[in-house]
């Protein structure tokens, strides 16, 4: 029992870190001496490596704020997974932390989706996909089987 | 340098006859002796430690605060980035913090490095009551002097401004003699149609999403207390309507409670699936 119970949390934790890596690490797109992602461009020319704020305009707000809006569900979902735990009765389901882990896996994958569709616009051809990008779709189906399980998960004492 | 020594050792003397201190001192001394008198009183109350403490305080505070003023240099603040649209004018204010009164000789400098550029040239310069504005610079036609210098600005203005304007402008004042510190940089950068700002849209979404959160909360929360409410008025009701035989009729009205608490949580649980399969959508 306690085991399953850690084997819970350690994979919605995981969904978590793998959500703030991605949000927060410069490795969406990576070309030779350029690599961008959400909220800077960052090349090394000549001159040095220097990073500046990224101008693509609207739709990399659009991928901005689904991936910050994951992070939140999902510490939400954390945060009532916790406060369920302990107010429960037996039996009952863990619905309410199920739907926020689920609504945050819809954020990721509608950010990811996004950011696919548009990146022809603004990313050279030249230049292949980062690893915060992967981790991203990656976080997507971690969050989601966790949001399947605490669904299905009934309390017992 | 000199002038910094001869204060202290005053300070450290205690109060010598003839000696001017310098203006930040002045104030701090007098903080200082209206400190020890009151500690001398405090000390007439208490053991008089805590008046030994608070002149100890008071004397390094004066010291370091005496000292500091001197060392600190000038300090010059414009903007971080200007943002403007083809053809607009813009103004590139620059204004400074400095430990000294405003001097008559203050100076402004303004010099420009245009995008990609490694050199800058200097396009403006205020000395002496005069402003000069250089005859090479791309801006020497379009230039003009909006600043105050006793009022410590020194702001400039550039009309009709175009995409070779994009650049580096950086102000460097002077207010002798406080003449050190770094100038300050302010990046302009011109548009044909201006952009949102960065994070306008993500604060939009994410706070639509989170305000949406919060009224479902609240709207659950609101129609599970107007239910509540209600049955409570009308088992209330029924109570006031049968008022004979308290005990009997509480006894009906126990069981028909329990029935109408069951049918409450049914319903609750029921908006709860409903809102969160909306919610899900």
């Known amino acids: ?157 | 340098m000199r002038k910094i020594e001869r204060g202290g050792s005053s300070l450290r003397q205690r109060g010598v006859v003839g000696y001017k201190p310098l203006d930040c001192e002045l104030l701090f001394w007098l903080t200082l002796k209206s400190i020890s008198s009151t500690s001398s009183l405090t000390s007439s109350c208490n053991r008089g430690s805590t008046g030994r403490m608070l002149t100890l305080l008071a004397l390094t505070s004066v010291v370091i605060l005496g000292i500091v003023p001197q060392t600190q240099a000038i300090v010059v603040y414009t903007g971080w980035e200007r943002h403007a649209l083809v053809g607009s004018d813009i103004r590139l204010s620059c204004s400074f913090f400095s430990w000294r009164w405003t001097s008559p000789d203050v100076s402004f400098s303004w010099s420009y490095r245009p995008d990609g550029a490694r050199d800058s040239i200097a396009i403006f310069h205020y000395a002496n009551g005069e402003a000069y504005v250089a005859k090479k610079s791309p801006f020497w036609d379009r230039l003009e002097f909006v600043g105050n210098p006793s009022r410590r600005d020194g702001s400039i203005v550039i009309k009709n401004l175009d995409f070779s304007d994009n650049g580096t402008f950086t102000c460097d004042a002077k207010n002798p003699p406080d003449i050190g510190g770094s100038a300050s940089s302010v990046r302009l950068l011109v548009f044909e149609n201006v952009p949102i700002q960065a994070g306008v849209i993500t604060g939009a979404i994410i706070g639509a999403v989170l305000g949406l959160l919060v009224l479902i909360v609240v709207i659950y929360y609101l129609m599970r207390f107007l239910v509540a409410r209600r049955v409570f008025s009308l088992s209330v009701s029924k109570h006031g309507k049968k008022g004979k035989g308290k005990e009997g009729s509480q006894q009906r009205q126990a069981p028909a409670l329990s029935a109408e608490q069951a049918k409450l949580k049914a319903a609750a649980s029921e908006k709860k699936k409903q809102e969160s399969r909306k919610d899900k959508k």
């Open chain 1, 1 to 157: 029992m306690l085991l399953l119970l850690l084997g819970i949390i350690v994979l919605h934790i995981a969904a978590l870190v793998l959500l703030f890596v991605s949000t927060i690490v410069s490795a969406w797109s990576v070309g030779r001496e350029y690599t961008s992602d959400l909220w800077t461009n960052c090349s090394s020319s000549a001159s040095g490596y220097h990073c500046e704020t990224a101008f693509t305009g609207e739709w990399i707000q659009a991928v901005q704020a689904p991936m910050i809006l994951s992070i939140i569900f999902s510490f939400i979902s954390l945060f009532l997974f916790f406060c369920q735990l302990f107010t429960l009765q037996k039996g009952g389901r863990f619905f309410l932390t199920g739907v926020f882990q689920i609504l945050a896996s819809l954020f990721v994958m509608s950010g990811a989706i996004i950011y696919t569709v548009m990146s022809p616009t603004w990313v050279p051809q030249s230049e292949s996909y980062g690893f915060a990008y992967i981790l991203a779709w990656v976080a997507f189906p971690l969050a989601l089987i966790s949001g399947l399980i605490y669904i299905i998960l009934r309390k017992r004492e």
